[in-house]
């Protein structure tokens, strides 16, 4: 039992973490988007980085 409950600290920890990355990886979207690299539109790449946090939600659930 103790175990199991080390298990699920730990798992809520990296998800805490992972979390306050993507946030912060949020804040780029205009910025990406801009760069001369991807010169794309700024919805589109917001839609891509909801997407792709979604599927790590899912993956992580």
Known sequence: M???LSLTLIRFLT???RDGFAS???MLIKPIAQ???FN????TV???F??????????TG
């Open 2 to 4: 103790k175990n199991k």
């Open 15 to 17: 998800n805490f973490i």
């Open 24 to 26: 912060q990886f949020g």
């Open 35 to 37: 760069s001369q690299c």
């Open 40 to 43: 794309a539109d700024v919805n």
């Open 46 to 48: 917001a839609f891509i």
């Open 50 to 59: 909801s997407l792709l946090n979604r599927v790590l939600l899912i993956k």
